[in-house]
């Protein structure tokens, strides 16, 4: 069989295009741009408004009356309206020679929290208010890793890329907070419901920022590949 001088070259093309390894693209290169896209789309100030509340608990009664006899102790936690959020990071690890799969790190997670703890014991007599204090401090977590695998599929407008399985870690949760024994209560809030909360927040902006990113991922035809497209429509015309 006579192939024709198209059609030849053609298949020649398409060996040296398959034989670039690597999918045809640089690792190095994604790995820079995903990193570059994720570190000026990632922005967890958004999370939170400054001054937001995150946890509350009323005082009841807020103030004494005339024979009344009651206590409680009460709380207010917010995000600290004076000071940002802070984190280091992302860094971008694509984890085979294949490019499916990644393992994204940032580190220093830092959420400044502001916080009113206060307690009231009322003996009988009216006018007695509560006791409290404002406190400022901090909250985070040393690591935050998303690790996984992604494909390319085709869909409507070409190649995508699209996460296959997602693997999230949160390491080193902390609470840097001073709390006086009066008010040792507020720290196991704090650390069992805030932190969780905000926890929680950070995780789904990190996922939801990788997600916005992929198609960078996606690799930019070759021109070698451009050029075995061309002769292989050629050819067609031609026979």
Partial sequence: MKLHPLRAAFLVICFLVCSQGKGGYD???QEILLQDNLQLALDFN???????TLAEEPLSPSTCSWGQFASDTGYHIRRGHDRPISWDGPWVYLADDNGNSFDLRLENFKFPITAWAGSIYCAGFPGVGPVGMWIDGWMGFSTMRLAGTWEFTTGNA????????????TGGPYLDLVVPASFDFFADVAANIVIPAVQNLAEDAFEDTLRSQLQVLVPEPTTLSLLAMSLLFAGRRWR
């Fill in 46 to 52: 958004t999370l939170v408004a400054p001054g937001q």
């Fill in 27 to 29: 690792l190095s290169s």
């Fill in 158 to 169: 070409g190649p995508e890329a699209s996460i296959k399985s997602l693997d999230v870690n």
